[in-house]
């Protein structure tokens, strides 16, 4: 059963690896999101600062979400996905593992792409490991949650806005928890309290979110 | 009664547009929400009224 | 509303091809069949039991290839074929290889398929029928893109699994020159 | 225990009678309350110490923002339902109430806009009720949105049934969380429901409403439902009868 789960997570990585302009979109988008803000507000120092928890959560989010659109999108037009509803392998297990795999390469990416940006805002150095830390601990969950919608709007033409619409709400505690720790750290306040949280919702997420994406799969492929 | 005049009881102490507005806003739309369904059961029932008509000429 | 009042059954070393127009609902029904689609009404039995409740016999007794067989483009036909085993019914790579060679693919097992021509690729999601594997095969348009060649040996395959006891449900176009013992037509056409 | 109401309730036919006999009763009973509940509200309630008359907004804004919360509730149980038992009915309560607890939603966030003006001296704080619910206007969104999208009737349900699931998972989690932001940034603002001790006088008009606003929904509910199950049973017998039967009341 497990073997299954690494085969799973060997196989996307060559997918990922074989076609790597995939993978690197999300990361120009989230460099591009941030480079918009001192353009939008002005290059003021203490004006970044101040914003740079907020604006590194929002384009992270927004990366991540941007990336999940395609998650199941050729998986259900190839018809890989009625072979998995169809496996003697439970359904949840399959797409914890196609999840995770996709974070491990793109969710990755952007957390360890994100301090350099983090700088260019001007953020001190002292809070680069809780912003770290607490993109490590909310990017799985945003993978995972974003991962329902894409299982609920994969069959659809135009599922790309409406899986913004259905997901952007329920990534709102992630986002005051994260942008939260950022900032309670940037003012030198413990930030323990708001990582805790964040890694509870994470393993609420790992434990959860997978039976809902089986079930949104599974009723996409039936249309 | 908490007014003593029946202008006193628009104007609800200066708060009077506050009040109203909120108050005809809110019962328009519950008045639209139980006008809605019940326009949309004629319409569908005049629907099916002229399939029926169609089917006898036949 | 596709079809209605529809009561078939079938056995151990049968047939069924399910022919009729353009969106009379052939591969609807095959879905229903695989357990991928829920009916509005009725029920589909497997061993006479209700098919929603058991799915990991229905994942052991079945083979399913549909119009888009999941086949990535990325990956090459053994990679592919090592997946969609580890899926459903564990093989080894030489039985895996044999497979290839058997549907006439050697020498392409690490190319990656998108290099290979569409029948090519029909062919590697089809190296699945020559694999042990579940008695029950449900296949959807497997003809396509085939050459003639091919689509005879399919045909001999096929008919050869049901002689050894399996069964078949299929649709094509195309009718079969090559009939096994159990074979029945079902025409969606007529039944609506 | 005996299910066979459980399964009855499942049966269109079955619920279309029983519907037709509960729906008069409960819009007589909708609009008697939320009438006695408007004239004691407005007119023979107390003005509040603080606030004075503008709190009589109190007794729309507060039944609705209950609606909006229990209805989002009612989505996720009914989607339960149907996805668990296969019950058809579930699936069409689902995609009937979503509408009306959008727009229960709606009317708490504007009231709570209205009243804000003349507490707070402006129409939006990002106070923690407020920004919950507009969190809430958008699930409701997402949920109708999603059922929309989706041709096939059957998996519209479930899709619509799954993401109300997830969302009522989340929304002690996104209450919590915008709780927790808001006493962060704005520390102890002016909540404007949390009073201590309502008089008699005042909470009691607010019960009627509360349920007057319940039973209403009811109404529209059975009111919105029961067309949907005739379309549904539309080649059905007794939906044939059952049409044919209006047709000759209503000429």
Not at chain 3, 109 to 123: I, K
Request: with cysteine.
């Amino acid at each position: 059963m497990s073997g299954v789960f690494f085969l799973l997570m060997r196989r996307e990585a060559r997918l990922l690896f074989r076609r790597p302009a995939e993978l690197a979109n999300p990361l120009v988008f989230f460099s591009i999101v941030i480079a918009l803000f001192p353009l939008a507000v002005g290059p003021e120092k203490q004006l970044l600062q101040t914003l740079s928890p907020g604006l590194i959560w929002v384009a992270a989010l927004l990366a991540v979400l941007l990336s999940l659109d395609g998650l199941f999108r050729s998986d259900f037009e190839d018809g890989s996905l009625e072979q998995w509803v169809l496996s003697s392998h439970p359904l949840p297990l399959l797409v914890l593992a196609k999840v995770l795999a996709h974070w491990l390469f793109s969710g990755l990416a952007l957390v360890l792409l994100a301090p350099l940006l983090a700088l260019m805002l001007g953020l001190p150095v002292r809070c680069l490991p809780v912003l770290l830390l607490s993109l490590l601990l909310g990017t799985p969950v945003l993978s995972l949650l974003g991962a329902v919608g894409a299982a609920l709007t994969v069959g659809l033409k135009r599922g790309g806005l409406l899986l913004a619409l259905l997901i952007l709400p329920l990534y709102i505690p992630v986002l005051i928890l994260g942008s939260g720790a950022l900032q309670a750290s940037l003012q030198g306040l413990p930030t323990s309290g708001y990582l805790l949280w964040l890694a509870s919702l994470a393993a609420l997420a790992v434990t959860l979110t997978p039976f809902a994406i089986g079930a949104g799969l599974t009723i996409s492929v039936a249309e | 009664m908490s007014f003593a005049s029946f202008g006193e009881f628009l104007a609800m102490g200066n708060h009077g547009l506050y009040v109203w507005s909120a108050y005809a806003i809110s019962l328009a739309v519950l008045g639209l929400n139980v006008a809605l369904p019940i326009m949309a059961r004629r319409r569908y029932l005049q629907d099916e009224a002229r399939r029926l008509r169609r089917e006898e000429s036949k | 509303m596709l079809f209605e009042n529809l009561d078939l059954r079938l056995g151990a070393g049968e047939m069924l091809q399910v022919s009729g127009p353009n969106g009379s609902g052939k591969t609807s029904l095959l879905r229903l069949l695989a357990g991928l689609m829920q009916p509005t009404s009725g029920d589909i039995l497997l061993n006479g039991q209700p098919l929603a409740g058991q799915r990991s016999e229905l994942a052991r007794n079945l083979l399913w290839i549909g119009h888009a067989p999941g086949i990535k483009g990325l990956l090459s036909a053994e990679e592919n074929l090592a997946w969609l085993c580890a899926l459903h019914h564990p093989a080894t790579r030489s039985a895996i290889w044999q497979a290839l060679a058997a549907i006439g693919l050697k020498g392409f097992e690490d190319v990656p398929c998108h290099t290979l021509s569409a029948g090519q690729q029909r062919r590697v999601a089809l190296a699945r029928l020559y694999l042990d594997g579940p008695r029950l095969w449900v296949l959807d348009e497997p003809f396509t893109a085939l050459d003639k060649a091919a689509v005879a040996q399919l045909e001999q395959h096929l008919a050869a699994h049901c002689e050894a006891g399996g069964s078949v449900v299929l649709t094509t176009h195309h009718s079969l020159t090559l009939k096994p013992a159990g074979y029945r037509e079902l025409d969606l056409g007529r039944v609506a | 225990m005996n299910w066979t109401w459980f399964h009855k309730l499942g049966s269109p036919k079955w619920f279309y009678q029983i519907s037709g006999r509960w729906l008069p009763w409960l819009a007589v009973a909708a609009v008697l309350l939320i009438a006695v509940g408007l004239v004691w509200g407005l007119a023979f309630a107390p003005p509040d110490y603080q606030q004075g008359n503008s709190f009589r907004i109190i007794y729309i804004h507060v039944p609705a923002a209950f609606l909006a919360q229990s209805i989002y509730v009612m989505l996720a149980v009914a989607g339960l339902v149907g996805l668990v038992w296969k019950m058809k009915l579930a699936d069409v309560a689902l995609q009937q109430a979503a509408p009306f607890g959008a727009w229960m939603t709606f009317i708490a966030l504007l009231t709570g806009a209205i009243w804000g003006k003349p507490t707070w001296g402006t129409y939006w704080v990002w106070d923690a009720r407020l920004t919950s619910m507009l969190i809430l206007l958008f699930l409701y969104f997402g949920v109708i949105a999603l059922g929309n999208a989706i041709t096939n009737r059957d998996s519209a349900a479930k899709a619509c049934a799954v993401l109300a699931i997830v969302g009522v998972v989340n929304i002690p989690i996104i209450k919590y969380s915008v709780e927790w932001w808001n006493t962060l940034h704005q520390p102890a603002t002016f909540s404007v429901v949390a009073k201590p001790a309502m008089p008699f006088e005042m909470w009691m008009p607010l019960l009627i409403m509360v349920l007057g606003f319940y039973c209403l929904f009811g109404a529209v509910l059975l009111l919105r439902m029961r067309l949907e199950v005739l379309k549904r049973e539309a080649r059905s017998s007794w939906a044939q009868a059952e049409i044919r039967a209006q047709l000759e009341k209503t000429p």
